[in-house]
């Protein structure tokens, strides 16, 4: 969904005008409230709110399983190296440093 300029208040309107605003919005509007001329809140129905969060939920699952083949990626290509090793460098370099 788009917004339009008529879906961007000020925060004074949506004080005065929150019982409307609510119901524009549960029926599928979305409105970006402004404090001192700046975007502040917006405010979107309940169930889009969730729908967002499941999508963002899903976006970092996807990520760590990109994160994961590329992990299986360098094993398969023989690019490891033992943990305790790694650590041992990391630590005699910060020390040198």
């Known amino acids: ?3 339009s300029a008529a879906d961007i ?3 004074s309107y949506a004080r005065a005008n929150f019982s409307e605003l609510a ?3 549960k029926a599928g509007a979305e ?3 402004t404090k001192n001329g700046e975007s502040y809140i917006a ?3 309940a169930r889009r709110l969730d729908y967002y969060h499941q999508l963002e939920r899903e976006r970092i699952h996807l990520l760590l399983i990109d994160e994961a083949g590329k992990g299986l ?3 398969a290509a023989g690019r490891v190296q ?3 090793a790694a650590i041992q460098t990391i630590k005699r ?3 040198a440093a």
Do not use: F
Request: a negative charge; aromatic letters at 0%; zero cysteines.
């Open 9 to 11: 208040l000020p925060l």
């Open 93 to 95: 370099r910060r020390t």
């Open 43 to 45: 405010l979107i129905d």
């Open 23 to 25: 119901e524009e919005v």
């Open 82 to 84: 033992d943990a305790r």
């Open 73 to 75: 990626d360098d094993i």
């Open 31 to 33: 409105k970006i409230i």
């Open 1 to 3: 969904m788009t917004i």
